[in-house]
């Protein structure tokens, strides 16, 4: 028994720490905490639903560093009237709360999609799958990287509900969050430092309804022990605010869609081979 908790310990120190690194890059966390954790053995259920559950420990970095927007954000609710629900004072919060219900939609039919996909995968197909899905995160994010942004300063209810819906299909391991996000409003014509803001504001409500949707559906704490839970989640919380602001400037300056799109193809590779496809 000794073995089996000192495995599980040393797996959440593992998953800890590219959950707080990697949340905050475009090259999906949910996909390479997933596919850690299948390698080190979990199953594809499993897998997944740990790395939703890991997104509270990165949820709480976010909130804790970007507490002065979502104060910000919330006195906009003084201001918020339904004839002007974008106006200037009220616009980001109409944003965020239009864009996590349009998520919820989306997360909802999604995940249900990717229960009955993980249900009949083997290992190997399961990593075949987050691989294309990485592939095509990379694609999406180079596409949007190629824009150089626009000049507008606020969202607006198109905003919302487009960003929202990709956030939701970011439940799917390999597509990354913060990527789709920031890419779709780089895409709307918003500057990349609004871009970032508004995604990384609009990944605290969806870190706690990931976290939520995991623990219901497993009917308490996913995957490893309650003790092995407890240091992941604590080890993705501090690593992940110790490096939000470093790693979000590199997001923006270096070819992570090139690394995505490597990633995605050695692991659709190897999970081609390990499943006798290749």
């Known amino acids: 028994m000794a073995s089996v908790a000192d495995r599980d310990l040393l797996v959440a120190l593992v998953v800890g720490l590219v959950q707080g690194v990697v949340e905050w890059l475009p090259i999906s966390s949910e996909g390479n905490v997933a596919l850690a954790l299948t390698l080190l053995g979990e199953s594809p259920e499993a897998a ?17 560093y970007f507490r002065d927007d979502i104060v910000e954000t919330l006195r906009g609710a003084q201001e918020w009237r339904p004839g002007d629900a974008f106006g200037p004072g009220s616009a980001t919060l109409s944003f965020v709360v239009l864009a996590t219900l349009a998520s919820g939609v989306t997360g909802a039919l999604a995940y249900t999609a990717l229960e009955t996909l993980v249900s009949a995968l083997t290992g190997g197909a399961f990593v075949a799958l987050i691989g294309a899905l990485l592939v095509a995160t990379g694609v999406l994010t180079h596409v949007a990287g190629g824009v150089s942004g626009g000049d ?8 919302a ?11 799917l391991p390999g597509v990354s969050r913060s990527g789709t996000t920031a890419g779709a409003l780089l895409l709307r014509g918003h500057d990349g430092e609004g871009s970032f803001r508004l995604s990384f504001l609009l990944s605290v409500p969806a ?7 995991a623990v219901l559906d497993a009917g308490g704490l996913p995957a490893l022990s309650p003790a092995a839970a407890v240091v992941s989640l604590a080890v993705a919380a501090v690593v992940g605010y110790l490096t939000v602001g470093a790693l979000m400037k590199a997001a923006r300056r270096l070819p992570f869609p090139a690394v995505c799109v490597a990633l995605g193809a050695l692991a659709l590779v190897g999970g081609l081979a390990v499943g006798g496809v290749l």
């Open 207 to 213: 870190a706690l309804g990931g976290a939520a949707i």
């Open 161 to 171: 509900l487009l960003v929202g819906g990709l956030q939701g299909l970011a439940i």
């Open 48 to 64: 997944v639903g740990y790395a939703l559950f890991l997104h509270l420990g990165t949820g709480l970095s976010a909130t804790v």
């Open 152 to 159: 507008r300063d606020r969202p607006d209810l198109l905003d």
